[in-house]
């Protein structure tokens, strides 16, 4: 499964959370874009599905919008999930419903 990549423009859209997170979000910006792994690295760095030796995570606190890109992901991923619960747990409702309703008449 792979998640979406934002666009460099999605990317200003970064709001930090602590005074690591807006160094490792701007102290790098790395403008020629400098030993950027492929997206679909990024996509699995989000995920943390990589050992965490890869040598994605260094790069990723010496490249601010890698790191960014990847905070995006990890929230878009989050957001995906919570509607995916929402999702399930209507339907849930909806055929509890129409049991209960069964068994009554």
């Known amino acids: 499964m792979t998640t979406e990549l934002p666009d460099d423009e999605s990317l200003t859209d970064f709001s930090p959370r602590d005074e690591i997170d807006a160094v490792l979000g701007y102290g790098h910006p790395n403008p020629e874009r400098v030993g950027c792994p492929p ?30 890109r990847v905070r995006l992901l990890k929230a878009n991923s989050r957001r995906g999930r ?14 509890a419903w129409w049991v209960l309703r069964r068994l009554i008449h």
């Open 39 to 68: 997206p679909e690295t990024l996509d699995l760095l989000a995920r943390r599905e990589l050992p965490i030796g890869h040598s994605g995570y260094e790069h990723l606190a010496q490249c601010s919008p890698c790191y960014r």
């Open 82 to 95: 919570a509607g995916r619960k929402a999702a399930i747990l209507t339907a849930l409702g909806v055929a």
